[in-house]
């Protein structure tokens, strides 16, 4: 078996997220029940082949030359076009026809949502995180597709430079529960966005509203999308396309409160905080979720080094980086219902706290951390 034949067996698992697009027109085609089986996949599918294929510790070469990753690359540039033919065929095919009912169309772009989120915006963070420009379009274009076109600076330019702390959104507070986090995220981030292009133009002597503020692409894409839904199915084509939107966004956001829960950088004074360092990220080595998500649970290696393609992100122990109990799919259900969560999660963040930070165990020393009323980093 030559290398090009290997790579393409390699990566292969990694292309299951193709296999929820039958789901989704099977939904949108005989409806009845098949309607919820997209969520149902998505969400416990993966969980209980966790179950079955346990963990995946193995760390391939990170020096592995970029043309052996082609077959890897090849699903995450396919995504948009997948994409953008769901949910605009989508949008067509319901408001064109009347085999369902107003329930059932809600639930099938409800589960078109959890397709776009779970796998449209876990490839759309890979691809903007790359060098080359046709990556990062594509990624600005899956972005544009869920309204949610600011994650690509709020997470480059805010994300990675201050998680751990309150300057970052996404770091959810010890305590917080999922939907006052998703509330105050959709607050915070499009604001912490505008204003990271903004210092970055100000410190090139040019204003916000410069031709190079990259959040006028992400309006004038955004603004297509909704006139493309509207002209292909009218105001309900709209409002599908919204809908979907909301729910892609949530289950992003849903990640991201699960990737940092609890988890906070020591503040070294006058505004500094240490290094971001493998323990200031949940990792899970579970295999199929991390073939759904193109191993974004190796995720403290991702902020070790953020444009390392997906297949060559490392594991890490116990010993250098927080275990999940589950995978991110499963863990998402449980951020849900916060007291689950909760008696989950904190003697978690607790156990932490007393491995790497034993010195901060009194009340006093972990108040500001927990509260995050610690001074913001510096810019």
Known sequence: MNMAQISFRNAMPFWLSLTVVPF???GAIVGGWTVIIVPLYAWYMFGFLDGILGLNTDNPDPNTEERELFWYRAITIIWFPVQFVNIFGLIWFVTHTDHLSTLETIVVFFGLGVSSGTTGM????????????MERWLGDLLLASVLYSHFRTEHLLVHHKHVGTRRDAVTALYNEGF????????????RSAWEAEKA?????????????????????????????????GGVPGLLLFMWQAIVAIWQLELTNYVEHYGLTRRH??????????????????HMATN??????QRHSDHHYKPDRRFPLLQNYDESEAPQLPYGYTLMGVAAMIPPVWRRMM????????????????????????????????RL
């Open 200 to 232: 970055m133009l100000a410190r090139k002597g040019l204003s916000p509203w410069n031709p190079r503020n990259p959040h006028f692409r992400y309006w004038t894409l955004q603004i297509l999308m909704l006139i493309l839904a509207t002209l292909l």
């Open 291 to 296: 073939w759904l998500l193109i191993n974004l």
């Open 24 to 26: 989704i027109w099977l």
């Open 179 to 190: 939907h006052h986090y998703f509330l105050r995220v959709l607050r915070e981030c499009p």
């Open 346 to 377: 904190n003697p978690r963040v607790k156990a932490w706290r007393k491995q790497h930070y034993p010195d901060l165990a009194t009340f006093e020393d972990w108040e500001p951390y927990k509260n995050g009323t610690n001074p913001l980093p």
């Open 268 to 285: 070294l004074g006058n505004g500094k905080y240490e290094h971001v360092k493998p323990h200031h990220s949940w990792n899970a080595a």
């Open 122 to 133: 876990v490839y759309a963070h890979e691809l903007c995180h790359q060098r080359n420009n």
